[in-house]
């Protein structure tokens, strides 16, 4: 469906040739009281799960990790003691190695100066990512190649992904898509980023995630405000599942790789 | 259906109500016919043009003599007074044509049809009151009239005329957006515009997403937007009544015009079907924005399409003095396509079918069969995502209105309405390849029915009086599965019910009341009360309407939108009804408005009104209108100081916040001088407060990358907007044969680079800075059009 949105962009481009442009400008923006950000997942991969807690600060200062220090972050769930987790570096906290398990309610708790924040996330079943591949779309004169995830989803369960694609090392998607559309067939889902002039040796790397489905909703009005996914909305924070008003999410999911290297 | 009512429970009473009202207004009407008052005659007839025939809507009849009464032809040229008998002047006059008197003796009822000669000499300006001071004397308030014949000497963007562009330079009628054809009237949103092309809704008025109207000048008769006041026989929407008439054709001879603009071509052909009895007029436009896509010689361009097009088409035939039939239609589409890969095309087709019959000489009908449907279609034409999406709005609808003319100082006004609609959210298709299933969204269907009675009431010389009621109801029919939510948006119950069955019922009665007085000769103040129910709602969850967005109907969650306005105002006239000005002050309540939880998906959502919010919204202001009617130079200045707001318990903490329609200040300024007898110049300046929009204020990171954080929905301000426009139209010399034009346009005169709209990102070239980023659509455009005519 993602698809039929670039109708619109095509249209907008079509109205731009007369005169449209952009310019960069300054705007005077509020500096609002911060807020805590806890971005936390468990995932069913052994490994040290990651707990990153932040806070909001203000437009015009550089783009960084606002690390909150000395939270306490204790996760339930995982057998049958609480895991504690420990910060490594400011903001960042760590847990012993494990490894998640589907169908478990994990619920984590974060207390900051003597607030805690709740949210809980059930791992869901593991889809497997089957392969990548490569496509190009022509827009207007324009050849462009993208990757697209294919896999095959299960029949009467409702499913959501999210593709987190790597090029050359860097992060450059972040989206999600659930089976509304396609519940138990193949599927073949473009990301769409434009990969560019790739060389041989380039490497794109997906990371594969079955996600919970208020995870799925937040990522995907996550996405809705920065304009992925269609025609601009009215932004709004993204929906977390912490409570007592923190922004964020938690999200206990499964993950699959799976790289391409250009020949 | 009376099997239904019988074994349906508590609220049908609503309905049977509604049938026993229409019952009661019957009985009404017989009861004032006996009790008449003897001795008095009518004179009726019909107002048109004497070159083309076509009927005059507007036209003011005065009888002068012993006693004093007057009256205005109806939407059909349709006229009737009473009075005593005596010796009388009968005059007829209409803005732009001559007047002509005639006196009368009247002893007996009489028929007089009058033929109006178009007077050049006066150079009235596109917004008409119908008579040199109706604007004064009627209680009708919060009404704008649009002389689509003369709009043509306003600047517009592309040189593309379009009514509801031109509206929006009226004070009360705001733009929807840069170059956009939506508009918000008195704090209402889009969608809250009841708008009717020859009685039959039309649902997306716009073209190319929002840049052109669906509505061709060329076959436009008459244009009335009603901003507070309505009348009773309108309802169905909260903010505003936009009724839009179209050409009947001409019915002396035949004649063809057109125009040649840089996006797109225009003709229109009318003639007689029998000359004096019948008429038709096709009217069409396509534009050619693809043409130049086809220039390329890349397969990856010329491949795509993308244009639109519009063909209102109209046949009207008189049988005798007391029948006429009409027949319109209005039929658009857009289409979209990126050449073997994706397509998407939506459009209107209307058919309205009337019959106009005079029972007796008090009592003119008409009866309208009116069929309305929106569509659009998106295929993904890729094999293995390969799908097609189809989703409608239908309706059917049959009205029956009667204007009766009880005196010289009672006119009525009463009717009955049915419209039945279907929602289909969309059934998607695919074939076996795909790897998209085919799905099929429940159907939703819905009755709305309603009657109305008004009475305009003379009361003396200074004061006149328009009250009425209006009763509608809707209901919510299966078949279908039917869910209730709790405020969290978790399903309580699902209940099937079968075809035809009652699933949910709304009931609301609408009182409207107008009363003017009038000071002077030439001054007055009016005062109104209006109440207007709207049972179908548009979900629109982007900052802009798409042809996609989805309608709903009232449910068990939904319920019918309700707006109270009260609106008080002051109208004078100065140097012989050369000045027209008005100020009119507003105060509007709105419940069971919409709005949608964060993260909403409109798409392929079988449970949106899972995701719905309602709340209360309010707003109020000032407009201010002066115009210069006459003269060589004419044009008006329109003021608006207003504020809109919302109320939502899951949002802002329950505070009050701007929608997003608010704008303090809302400025036109509209010039035309006619410098010589073939050159016209006019100029248009608008300025307004922007946007109240949502803007961070703070960022933070999620997954390494940035994200903002809005502390305030609404709690700030798009940048100023301002505009300048020109432009200069030739009239060609006067020929018999052949007639043309030329029309040269500047949009955007000084080069402003207003907003379209503001985005957040990371600084692509420093990935360490945010930085805001401003998208201008419009620059200074320059533009040329052919018009003719033969």
Redesign the interface.
Same mark, same amino acid.
């Given at each position: *469906?993602k698809?039929?949105h670039?109708?619109?962009i *095509?249209?907008?481009i079509? *109205?731009?040739m007369? @005169?449209?442009?952009?310019?960069?400008? !300054?705007?005077e923006?509020?500096?609002?009281?911060?807020?805590v950000?806890i !971005?936390a997942g468990v995932s069913d991969q052994v490994e040290n799960q990651i707990v990153?807690v /932040?806070? @909001? $600060?203000?437009?015009t200062e550089? =783009?960084?990790? =606002?690390g909150v220090e000395g939270a306490k972050v204790v996760l339930t769930g995982a057998g049958s003691n609480p895991i504690t987790y420990t910060e490594i570096s400011p903001g960042v906290y760590r847990s012993t190695r494990f490894r998640g398990r589907p169908g478990i309610n994990y619920t984590l708790n974060v207390t900051v100066d003597d607030v805690t924040y709740t949210a809980s996330s059930i791992m869901p079943a593991k889809v497997v990512l089957d392969s990548l591949s490569f496509r190009d779309? /022509?827009?207007?004169?324009? @050849?462009n190649t993208y990757v697209a995830a294919n896999f095959i989803d299960p029949k009467g369960i409702q499913n959501q992904y999210r593709y987190?694609m790597k090029l050359k090392d860097k992060?450059e998607e !972040?989206e999600v898509s659930d089976d509304?559309? #396609? !519940?138990?067939?193949?599927? /073949?889902n473009v990301i769409f980023f434009e990969l560019g002039d790739l060389v041989a040796g380039d490497v794109v790397e997906v990371e594969f995630q079955c996600i919970d489905r208020n995870v799925y @909703?937040?990522f $995907?009005?996550?996405n809705? #405000? /920065?304009?992925g996914g269609?025609?601009?909305?009215?932004?709004? =924070?993204?929906?977390s599942n912490f409570n007592n008003g923190a922004?964020?999410?938690f999200s206990a999911y499964t993950s699959n790789k799976r790289m391409a290297v250009i020949q | 259906m009376v099997k239904s009512f019988l074994f349906l429970p508590g609220h049908d009473v609503d309905m049977l109500f509604t049938i026993r009202f229409i019952g009661i207004l019957f009985f009404v009407i017989a009861g004032f016919q006996v009790s008449l008052a003897q001795g008095k005659f009518i004179i009726n007839g019909v107002v048109t043009d004497s070159a083309t025939g076509e009927t005059l809507i507007g036209a003011s009849i005065k009888l002068t003599g012993k006693s004093t009464s007057g009256s205005v032809s109806n939407s059909y040229g349709f006229y009737s007074l009473s009075t005593d008998p005596g010796s009388y002047e009968l005059s007829v006059s209409f803005v732009g044509y001559k007047t002509v008197k005639q006196p009368i003796d009247v002893n007996k009822d009489v028929r007089i049809n009058f033929v109006l000669e178009e007077d050049n000499r006066l150079n009235e300006v596109v917004i008409s009151a119908v008579k040199r001071n109706e604007n004064v004397s009627s209680p009708q308030m919060g009404l704008q009239k649009v002389n689509v014949r003369e709009i043509n000497n306003i600047p517009v963007l592309l040189g593309e005329r379009d009514v509801l562009k031109t509206l929006q330079l009226l004070p009360g009628i705001k733009s929807a957006g840069e170059g956009n054809s939506g508009f918000y009237v008195r704090g209402g949103s889009t969608d809250q515009n009841l708008i009717l092309l020859d009685e039959a809704p039309v649902y997306n008025a716009s073209h190319l997403l929002g840049f052109f109207s669906t509505f061709n000048s060329d076959a436009i008769k008459d244009l009335s937007v009603y901003k507070g006041g309505m009348p009773a026989q309108y309802g169905g929407r909260l903010a505003s009544v936009l009724d839009i008439k179209m050409n009947d054709g001409n019915r002396k001879g035949f004649t063809a015009e057109g125009g040649i603009g840089l996006i797109s071509s225009r003709l229109k052909v009318e003639g007689p079907i029998v000359k004096d009895k019948g008429s038709f007029m096709i009217s069409a436009r396509r534009t050619y924005l693809d043409a130049f896509l086809k220039l390329s010689s890349d397969s990856s361009i010329n491949s795509n399409t993308l244009f639109f097009y519009d063909v209102n088409a109209k046949a009207n035939y008189q049988i005798d003095d007391k029948n006429t039939l009409f027949l319109s239609g209005y039929f658009g589409r857009d289409k979209l396509g990126i050449s073997d890969s994706f397509g998407f095309n939506w459009g209107n087709a209307t058919v309205t079918m009337r019959w106009n019959h005079l029972y007796s000489n008090r009592l003119f009908s008409n009866t309208s069969l009116i069929y309305s449907n929106y569509n659009y279609v998106i295929q993904n034409l890729m094999e293995e995502n390969n799908f097609e999406v189809n989703s409608a709005i239908k309706d059917f609808n049959i009205k029956q209105d009667f204007e009766y003319s009880i005196s010289n100082s009672h006119n009525l006004k009463f009717g009955i309405n049915a419209i039945h609609h279907t929602i289909d959210p969309g059934n998607l298709t695919s074939t076996a390849a795909s790897s998209v299933n085919e799905t099929d969204y429940e159907n939703r269907n819905g009755l709305e029915l309603a009657a109305y009675i008004s009475d305009e009431w003379t009361v003396n010389e200074k004061m006149n009086v328009v009250y009425g009621l209006r009763l509608s109801s809707f209901s919510l029919l299966g078949p279908g599965n039917f869910k209730t939510y709790d405020a969290d948006g978790n399903t309580i119950n699902t209940t099937p019910y079968g075809s035809g069955r009652f699933v949910k019922n709304y009931f609301n009665p609408e009182p409207r009341i107008s009363v003017s007085y009038q000071l002077t000769g030439s001054s007055s103040i009016k005062t109104a009360y209006t109440r207007n129910v709207q049972n179908i709602h548009l979900m629109s969850n982007s900052t802009s309407t798409s042809p996609t967005d989805l309608y709903i109907m009232n449910s068990n969650n939904v319920k019918p939108e309700i707006a109270d306005q009260f609106a008080a105002g002051y109208f004078r006239n100065f140097n012989d009804d050369n000045y027209e000005f008005s100020a009119e002050l507003y105060y509007k309540w709105m419940q069971n408005q919409i709005e949608y939880r964060s993260g909403t998906d409109l798409r392929g959502n079988g449970n949106v009104e899972a995701d719905l919010l309602y709340g209360d919204g309010r707003a109020y202001g000032i407009e201010l209108f002066i115009k210069k009617r006459f003269g060589k130079f004419n044009g008006w200045v329109g003021y608006t100081l207003s504020r809109t707001e919302r109320n939502f318990d899951a949002i802002s903490e329950g505070q009050w916040f701007y929608a997003k329609q608010d704008r303090t200040h809302d400025l036109s300024v509209v010039g035309i001088y006619k410098a010589s007898a073939r050159w016209t110049f006019s100029s248009v300046f608008v300025y307004n407060t922007g946007n109240a929009v949502t803007y961070p204020s703070g960022k933070y990171q999620i997954n390494g990358r940035t994200a903002f954080y809005y502390s305030e929905k609404n709690g700030y301000r798009t940048p100023e907007y301002h505009r300048l426009d020109v432009s200069a139209t030739l009239e060609g010399k006067p020929n018999k044969k052949f007639y043309s034009s030329w029309s040269f346009g500047i949009y955007n005169l000084y080069n402003r680079q207003n907003a379209f709209s503001i985005d957040f990102k990371d600084d692509p070239d420093d990935a360490s800075k945010t930085q805001v980023v401003r998208t201008t659509l419009f620059g200074i455009i320059p533009s040329v059009t052919w018009n003719f005519k033969f």
């Open positions: *469906m698809l039929t670039r109708l619109f *095509m249209a907008g079509l *109205m731009l007369f @005169t449209g442009c952009e310019k960069v400008i !300054d705007l923006l509020d500096n609002a009281k911060p807020l950000v !971005d990153r /932040s806070r @909001t $600060y203000s437009f550089p =783009n960084k990790f =606002n779309f /022509s827009f207007f004169g324009e @050849t987190i992060l !972040d509304r559309f #396609n !519940d138990g067939n193949n599927v /073949s @909703t937040y $995907y009005s996550l809705r #405000n /920065s304009g269609g025609p601009p909305v009215a932004p709004s =924070n993204p929906p922004l964020g999410i | -």
